[in-house]
Antibody, heavy 123, light 112 residues
Framework: EVQLVESGGGLVQPGRSLRLSCTTSGFTFGDYAMSWFRQAPGKGLEWVGFIRSKAYGGTTEYAASVKDRFTISRDDSKSIAYLQMNSLKTEDTAVYYC??????????????WGQGTMVTVSS | QSVLTQPPSVSGAPGQRVTISCTGSSSNIGAGYDVHWYQQLPGTAPQLLIYGNSHRPSGVPDRFSGSKSGTSASLAISGLQAEDEADYYCQSYDSSLSGHWVFGGGTKLTVL
């Protein structure tokens, strides 16, 4: 069974850092791009960022709202994707989801989602 | 303000058919990028419902169907069931400066 499990969420003060992990199983992790999304309480879905597979350079892209503060990385040997969040703001408060990516690049869909992990940024 | 526009809510009685619209622009749906749909049941993570405008992943009932035309797309749900009550989101790619992968604001489906 394909599974994604996020961890690392919690309460953090504004300006501090937090690293989320997405532990995967049931598929060949290295063959897939991975993406992170978030959903603020009572709000819709927002794309956060994306990391390509090593076959496509392992490069990353980010939403403007998190660019230069958030970094996505991957460890193919452990089948884990990471989201490093620095300089956190109160508006970063949300449930964070990691997803597997399928598609040809622009037409990507996100076919498997983790259960999410809550990040609360508050003093 | 979401890049893709969906109605905030729709409703229907069991057995009826409802549609949810998703309106974009020339930088996303109108540019030819695919539309995908996600279902988010209460208190759970989203699930891919329709991909590539009209294709259903394995396990999704054929009561769910998708279509796309011009700068818009639609999700149709026929034979409504109580368990269909959920939030539905459309998603596409946007090639504008603020681009990348964008969503509609979501539509809450209520089964009366």
């Amino acid at each position: 069974e394909v599974q994604l499990v996020e961890s690392g969420g919690g309460l953090v003060q504004p300006g501090r850092s937090l690293r989320l992990s997405c532990t995967t199983s049931g598929f060949t992790f290295g063959d897939y791009a991975m993406s992170w999304f978030r959903q603020a309480p009572g709000k819709g879905l927002e794309w956060v960022g994306f990391i390509r597979s090593k076959a496509y350079g392992g490069t990353t892209e980010y939403a403007a709202s998190v660019k230069d503060r958030f970094t996505i990385s991957r460890d193919d040997s452990k089948s884990i994707a990471y989201l490093q969040m620095n300089s956190l703001k109160t508006e970063d408060t949300a449930v964070y989801y990691c997803t597997r990516v399928v598609g040809d690049g622009y037409n990507n869909a996100f076919d498997i989602w983790g259960q999410g992990t809550m990040v609360t940024v508050s003093s | 303000q979401s890049v893709l526009t969906q109605p905030p809510s729709v409703s229907g009685a069991p057995g009826q058919r409802v549609t949810i619209s998703c309106t974009g622009s020339s930088s996303n749906i109108g540019a030819g990028y695919d539309v995908h749909w996600y279902q988010q049941l209460p208190g759970t993570a989203p699930q891919l419902l329709i991909y590539g405008n009209s294709h259903r992943p394995s396990g999704v009932p054929d009561r769910f169907s998708g279509s796309k035309s011009g700068t818009s797309a639609s999700l149709a749900i026929s034979g409504l069931q109580a368990e269909d009550e959920a939030d539905y989101y459309c998603q596409s790619y946007d090639s504008s400066l603020s681009g990348h992968w964008v969503f509609g604001g979501g539509t809450k489906l209520t089964v009366l």
